[in-house]
Each structure stands twice: as C-alpha cells, then as structure tokens.
T-cell receptor
Framework: GAVVSQHPSWVICKSGTSVKIECRSLDFQATTMFWYRQFPKQSLMLMATSNEGSKATYEQGVEKDKFLINHASLTLSTLTVTSAHPEDSSFYIC????????????????FGPGTRLTVL | AQKVTQAQTEISVVEKEDVTLDCVYETRDTTYYLFWYKQPPSGELVFLIRRNSFDEQNEISGRYSWNFQKSTSSFNFTITASQVVDSAVYFCACGNRDDKIIFGKGTRLHILP
C-alpha cells in the first residue's frame, strides 16, 4: 500500500527558532499534499493545501508567513514553522493524494504518522 | 464546504458490549465521500472505510459495520463485541473527489475491561 512518511516524528525547540517538517510519499507520486494541525484532544484542522510546483493555499486564519509550505517535488512537501512559540506546539499531520488518472472516481489520500512539535 | 458533526464526545462501554458512534454530515455536493478513521494513542491515523455518495449499502468488516443513510445524512459506525484494543479516538470525515477532507471533532471511545 501507499506509504507516507514524516520527519521528524517529534521535535522540541526553543521559542523563536524555526522548525522544518518533511512529508514524503514513498512509493507514489503526490501532486497534492495537505497539512493538518491537531491540538490535544481536538480534531484535525486543515492548515493548507500544497500543489507541486505552485504556491500553497492556506485555510482562513492560518498565517502563511508563519507556516511556510514548499512542495518542490512530487514526493516531498515541507512545512516550516517560523519563529515558533509555545502556542504552536501541536501535532502536525500531512496527507498525500495520489493521482490515479481521470478514470478513477476517487484519488486516494494517505496520511503520514504525524510530527509532534513542542516549543519551550 | 462540508461539515461533519460527531455529537458524542466521549463514550465508555464495558468490553464485549456493542457500541455505535454517530456521524452526521452536511454537504452541497452531489458526489462526496465519507470516511471513518481511528486514532490510537500513538497518534497515527488508521483508515477504516471510505464510502461514496452513490453507494448506500451497509458494510460489514469483521466486528465493524457502517450504516449510511442519505435520508438522514448519517454515517454511523458500530463495533460489535468491543475489545480493549478498540479504545481510541474515532473520526468521521467528509470530502469530495478533488478536495480536502473535513473531519468531525472525534469521539473518544473507552473500552473498559
């Protein structure tokens, strides 16, 4: 089956530093990747949609200058949390959508294992 | 845009009991997809099922079953003979073919031994 990895799986950083999280589709090409954020005991909230080779589309209320997304290849998207603060501490999950062609009714999304960010 | 409501925030049942998790969705799309995911304490989402809007057949997979009713916009999930390993947060979600998946707030299920 399709596998999506995230690196790192967890990270602890000091307030004010920037943190980069990678999302990779290991055995398929993903034209679109999605980034979610999940605070403790809450739901997954979509942050942005990332299309390969173009700028990400951010959901309302998500600061694009704070959460930089780069989708430079069909297998890699990165999320950089710039100048992280304690309120950015969260579980970040990516998903990758496999484009299976126009005939398929649904282009499956596969989720990564998540990255737990703790900002001190 | 889709909206998913999981009214049950937390449920506790004793092992071997049956339990149903409710999900009500809203969408303006005629073609849409419904999902259930399990999130154990490790945090990784486990895909359980995807259903498209044209297929109202109920589905059974082992101890899991799903009831999809378009008339009430519901997609309920039942675990039969629950086990402690079923303890997790369960998310119902809705999306369309080319767009994002919107998640409900989740139901935290505790199976007590």
């Amino acid at each position: 089956g399709a596998v999506v990895s995230q690196h790192p799986s967890w990270v602890i950083c000091k307030s004010g530093t920037s943190v980069k999280i990678e999302c990779r589709s290991l055995d398929f090409q993903a034209t679109t990747m999605f980034w979610y954020r999940q605070f403790p005991k809450q739901s997954l909230m979509l942050m942005a949609t990332s299309n390969e080779g173009s700028k990400a589309t951010y959901e309302q209320g998500v600061e694009k200058d704070k959460f930089l997304i780069n989708h430079a290849s069909l297998t890699l998207s990165t999320l950089t949390v710039t100048s992280a603060h304690p309120e950015d501490s969260s579980f970040y999950i990516c998903s990758a959508r496999a484009y299976l062609g126009p005939i398929r009714a649904y282009n499956e999304q596969f989720f990564g294992p998540g990255t737990r960010l703790t900002v001190l | 845009a889709q909206k998913v409501t999981q009214a049950q925030t937390e449920i506790s049942v004793v092992e071997k009991e049956d339990v149903t998790l409710d999900c009500v969705y809203e969408t303006r799309d005629t073609t849409y997809y419904l999902f259930w995911y399990k999130q154990p304490p490790s945090g990784e989402l486990v895909f359980l099922i995807r259903r498209n809007s044209f297929d109202e057949q109920n589905e059974i997979s082992g101890r899991y079953s799903w009831n999809f009713q378009k008339s009430t916009s519901s997609f309920n999930f039942t675990i039969t003979a629950s086990q402690v390993v079923d303890s997790a947060v369960y998310f119902c979600a809705c999306g369309n073919r080319d767009d994002k998946i919107i998640f409900g707030k989740g139901t935290r299920l505790h199976i007590l031994p």
